[in-house]
Structure formats: structure tokens, C-alpha cells
């Protein structure tokens, strides 16, 4: 055929290619062998990181992989991600205690092997990486009016978690690591970000220089899963005959640098890492705050009489409020006693016990007394939680504030192990804890000392009753007046006060957990200051736990009170920490 004196037209823009060129060889469009080389290992290489250096990503690097996340495929090109990066670190502590939370709800779920596996993952990431991605997906618009999803109305999730895997493989190619975190409840992470109305997460993001470079992902190194073979997912035109098995079901803030310095000094001792298990995540948050260590503490008893007893709550007198309380400040009571033996101080808080004391105690230090004191007077009007609220607000505030006191004093000293007396507190406790967690009465009643069925029914009455007067209200200072009582009120200023010195608080059981609680309502970066010290045998203390994102160290069913479990635990810490200190170091790679 004789040659055309016609040449094709070439589009200024677009595709220039002919399609007597691409049916020539059409692998031209391929990148060439390093280009493809590399993709491939970049694909292979990527990893869910948990630990992160604390250095800053620069602007530029971040850019760059926002516009790969931002070059990804969408069903109608509709773009529908939202990338919101989060530096505020009080942020960060909120999804940091939501998500602790929520590992530990889910390891509840678990058989007890996984559940053990699945509460040494680390979510540090989200404090300890100086980025937090949050991609949200906006589904505001119909689907109908998005070309794709009027037959398929989920594609536009599926277009942000392409948007993640862009980004994902671009941070590892620039040397960046990422973990994927999506141990949330999805209405409260909206809520913490203020998304609006038809707006959803896929999760966290951690961003930032990865402190650690995993050969294989970490859930197949730990023994979770394996990665299955190709083979094994690829089928060809129908589904078989025989149905492949399901995916397996596995059911059953300090600064960044201060949390990864604490880890980077636990990595030089000669022990394999994490040795100690749980107590060594509670080593490495004390370190994190207190990196120069502690060797002691005090425990901070707070004692209160509550009317509510005039409804056969308790299985004792009221009068054994007094007596615990004399015999700590006499140093006899079991709790001072245990305190003795871990090495720590007491400080006993009288917060409305009648009738005077019988035993003198030793006076609260540095004009502490006074002031508690004058708290008390202002809060000596008391309800029983069914006719009359537990406190009035100005009383519960000003508790609080000397509380907070007590605990500014106590945090430089060392550990605040926080230990309580008060007949009939076990009602109070679990009407506080259902309040705050928005969760029956019957989830957080339980027996108490000594009770039967019949007072525990009395005392879900009295918790139902309690909840009827909140209304649903979950503000904790209102919780605590309505609710609540005098210690914990004192408590709760306690675990204020200690967190805003830089202290360390050590829990005991329900009482004290629920006043931890209402603090970290207040201040969510709280929790990283709080160590559980036991799992009492209170039904609501797991629930409350759960909610701090907390794990206790003991599980030994104690019903001591008096902070007897808590200065158990704390002599534990102690131990630990010495053998932080004394253990002998390794060198330092380079050395």
C-alpha cells in the first residue's frame, strides 16, 4: 500500500500515542526495571509501625504524601476524603484513652491467649508520633449523584482507603512510618473532631520517623495470623463448589519525646524487651513523666460519712468510717499498714466523718489542714442521692479545689497512691461510674462488703434513682454533687492536682477509679499520669478501667479497700523501677 502523505494528528494534551504504537508493544506504558524494582519492594516493605521517633516530619515531605493520598482513584472522581492532620496533643490523649479503652473491651472478647496478645499491642503511636491522619470520608452527597455509587454506595469508603494506601506506600518511600489504628468507637472519634453530620472516619493515622523496622508485619510476627498464600485467595470465574473458610474471627500525655526516651532507655538494658510485661508499660509511662524516677510516695486516704445509708445499703455500721480513719492516721489500719511495708507515707483526710475524732492524726502538712477543713464546712450539707442530691455544687467544687491542693502537694514526694473509708461508698461509686460511662445501674451495682441480694437490690434502686435526677447529664462535677460524695470530690482534686505537678497516681478499686475517671472527663491527658493498681471485685470497676484505658497490675479479687491494693501494687512499681535503675546496660549501637 502506498504510503499516506497524511500524518495523524497529535493532541497538545493527553495521550499522544497512536494505537498502531501501543498494539506494537504494549508494555511501552511500563516504568523501566529500577523504577518497577523499587515499587515492588516499597509494596513488600510497608508495615503497620507502633513506635515512632519524636522528631518532626517536615512540611515538604508531608505535602508530598498528602498528594499521593490525594492522587488516588475515586469512584466518579469524587474525591470524597477529607485529610485532617492533628498536632494538638490534648487531641491526641482523647483518641489515645479512646483507643486503650477499646483494646481492652476487645481483648475481653477474646479467648485468653489472643486477649493476652492483643493488650501487649502498643497504641503509644498516637502520643508518641508527632502526626496523628485522620482521613474522613465525606458522604454528604447522594449517591445517586455520584457516577458509580448509585449501584455500589459504599465506594466512596473504598476511595479513602485507596487515599490511605497511597499515602501509606508513599511515607514508607520516604523513609516515614505509618500505623492504622481503628480501636475507636466511630461516633466518638467524630465527636472528638467535630465532624460534621454525614461525615465518617477510617481511623488514625500515625505519621512520623518510624523507631522500629519490622522484618515481617507485626501481627504475623507475634504469632496472630500468617499471611496466606496466593493461591489460597485467587479463584477463577465462580466461586467453588466447596466455600473457602471465612476470615478468621479473633473474638473472644507526656510530650512524644518524653514517651520515646522512656523507651529508648529500656531498650539498653540487658533483658529482652517488654520483659516485664504489663509492669513495664507502666514503667515506661511513669518514666515518660517522671524521667528521673521515684523511690517513694504517700498514700492519700480520704474518709467520708454518706446519708445514703439510711437506706440499707451497707452491711456495717457507720461508725467503721471512724474507726478506719483513726487507725490510719495512728499508722494500723491495713491500708496504713500495707503503705508501711511499700515504703510510702500516709496522709489521712478526714472529708466529713462524724463524730469527732477519738484517736489524734498526725496534722496534714503545710497548711493543708486548714484548707481541707474549710472545704469540708462549705460542703456539710449532704443529700442521700434519692430525695437530695449527694453534694451542692459549690460544696463538690470546693472539695475539689482542695483535693487539687493535696495532690500539687503529694506529686513532688512521689507516688500518690490514693486509698478511701466510707461506709455505704459503694452505692455513690456505682452510681457515679453509670453515669459517667451512660451505662444501667445494673451494669456497675454490685455486692459491695458483706451485702446480699436484697441490699444489692436496695442499691440499684438508689443508683436508678440517682441516674433519674442526672437526666442523663454526664458533665463530671455534676455527676460528682449529684451522685457523688464528699471523698471522691476530694479524690477526684487529688488526681487533678498530682497530674497538673507532674505526678503519678496509683488507683485502688472502685471508688477511686471513678474519681480518676471523673478527672480524665475534665482533662483527658490525665490518663497517662494514672497507673491501676488492682481489678477489685467491684461488678462497674472493670467498666471503668476499660473506660481509662487502663490495665491493672493485680487481679487478686481484694474487697480491703482503704487503698490496700493500691499500696501493694505501688511497692511492685517501686521493685520496678529499682530494677529499671540497677539492671546492667548494653552498648548503644555505634559504640
Known amino acids: 500500500m502506498e504510503p499516506s502523505r497524511w500524518t495523524r494528528p497529535i493532541p497538545l494534551i493527553g495521550d ?20 518497577r524494582a523499587a515499587f515492588y519492594e516499597i509494596t513488600a516493605a510497608r508495615r503497620d509501625i507502633r513506635r515512632f521517633r519524636p522528631d518532626p516530619v517536615p512540611e515538604e515531605v508531608l505535602r508530598r504524601v498528602l498528594e499521593a493520598a490525594h492522587a488516588a482513584p475515586s469512584v466518579g472522581h469524587s474525591q470524597p476524603w477529607r485529610f485532617l492532620v492533628v498536632r494538638d496533643g490534648a487531641l491526641r490523649d482523647a483518641a489515645a484513652l479512646m483507643a486503650e479503652r477499646e483494646k481492652l473491651a476487645q481483648a475481653d472478647l477474646l479467648e485468653e491467649d489472643r486477649a493476652r496478645r492483643l493488650r501487649d499491642l502498643s497504641l503509644e503511636g498516637i502520643r508518641a508520633a508527632p502526626l496523628g491522619v485522620v482521613v474522613c470520608c465525606d458522604r454528604r452527597t447522594p449517591a445517586e449523584g455520584v457516577l458509580g455509587r448509585a449501584t455500589f454506595p459504599d465506594a466512596d469508603v473504598w476511595s479513602c482507603a485507596c487515599a490511605i494506601q497511597n499515602l501509606w506506600l508513599a511515607a514508607r518511600a520516604e523513609g516515614l512510618g505509618m500505623g492504622w489504628v481503628t480501636l ?9 473532631l467535630g465532624l460534621p453530620e454525614g461525615v465518617v472516619t477510617l481511623g488514625w493515622l500515625c505519621l512520623g520517623w518510624p523507631d522500629e523496622r519490622p522484618p515481617e508485619p507485626g501481627l504475623q510476627r ?123 507515707g500516709v496522709l489521712a483526710v478526714d472529708a466529713g ?33 434519692v430525695e437530695q442530691d449527694a453534694l451542692t455544687g459549690e460544696g463538690a467544687h470546693a472539695l475539689v479545689e482542695a483535693g487539687r491542693a493535696v495532690g500539687a502537694w503529694a506529686a513532688p514526694h512521689g507516688l500518690v497512691v490514693l486509698g478511701e473509708a466510707g461506709i455505704g461508698n459503694t452505692t455513690p461509686a456505682a452510681a457515679m461510674a453509670a453515669a459517667l460511662l451512660g451505662v444501667p445501674a445494673q451494669d456497675t451495682v454490685g455486692l459491695g462488703a458483706g451485702a446480699d441480694s436484697a441490699m444489692v437490690e436496695r442499691k440499684q434502686r438508689v443508683v436508678e434513682r440517682a441516674l433519674e435526677r442526672l437526666d442523663g447529664r454526664r458533665d463530671p462535677m455534676e455527676v460528682l454533687a449529684v451522685a457523688g460524695g464528699a471523698e471522691f470530690a476530694l479524690l477526684t482534686g487529688v488526681v487533678l492536682g498530682a497530674a497538673e505537678a507532674g505526678g503519678i497516681v496509683v488507683l485502688d478499686g472502685l471508688a477511686t477509679s471513678v474519681a480518676a475517671l471523673a478527672a480524665a472527663r475534665r482533662s483527658p491527658g490525665i490518663a497517662a499520669h494514672l497507673v491501676a493498681g488492682q481489678r477489685s471485685r467491684e461488678r462497674g470497676h472493670a467498666l471503668v478501667l476499660r473506660a481509662l484505658g487502663l490495665e491493672p497490675l493485680l487481679d487478686l479479687r481484694l474487697r480491703a479497700g482503704e487503698g490496700a491494693g493500691a499500696c501493694l ?23
Open 16 to 35: 499522544p500515542s497512536a494505537a498502531s504504537e501501543r498494539a506494537a508493544d504494549p508494555a511501552a506504558w511500563a516504568f523501566g526495571p529500577g523504577e
Open 184 to 192: 475507636f468507637p466511630p461516633e466518638e472519634l467524630a465527636a472528638l
Open 222 to 344: 507475634r504469632g496472630w495470623s500468617r499471611r496466606l498464600p496466593l493461591d489460597e485467595v485467587v479463584l477463577t470465574d465462580r466461586w467453588p463448589g466447596d466455600e473457602p473458610s471465612p476470615p478468621p474471627s479473633h473474638l473472644a500525655a507526656p510530650p512524644p519525646p518524653a514517651v520515646v526516651a522512656a523507651r529508648d532507655d529500656a531498650d539498653e538494658l540487658l533483658a529482652v524487651p517488654s520483659s516485664l510485661g504489663v509492669l513495664d508499660t507502666v514503667l515506661d509511662r511513669i518514666l515518660a513523666v517522671r524521667p528521673e524516677g521515684l523511690d517513694s510516695g504517700h498514700l492519700v486516704l480520704a474518709a467520708s460519712d454518706h446519708p445514703v445509708t439510711r437506706h440499707a445499703v451497707s452491711a456495717y455500721p457507720v461508725s467503721v468510717t471512724r474507726q478506719i480513719l483513726d487507725a490510719t492516721g495512728a499508722g494500723t489500719s491495713q491500708g496504713a499498714v500495707a503503705a508501711r511495708a511499700a515504703g510510702l
Open 353 to 385: 466523718v462524724l463524730p469527732p475524732e477519738s484517736v489524734p492524726r498526725p496534722p496534714l502538712p503545710d497548711g493543708l489542714e486548714e484548707l481541707v477543713a474549710r472545704a469540708v464546712a462549705t460542703a456539710s450539707e449532704r443529700g442521700d442521692l
Open 569 to 591: 501494687a505501688a511497692g511492685l512499681v517501686l521493685d520496678g523501677l529499682r530494677i529499671r535503675r540497677e539492671t546492667a546496660r548494653t552498648a548503644r549501637t555505634g559504640d
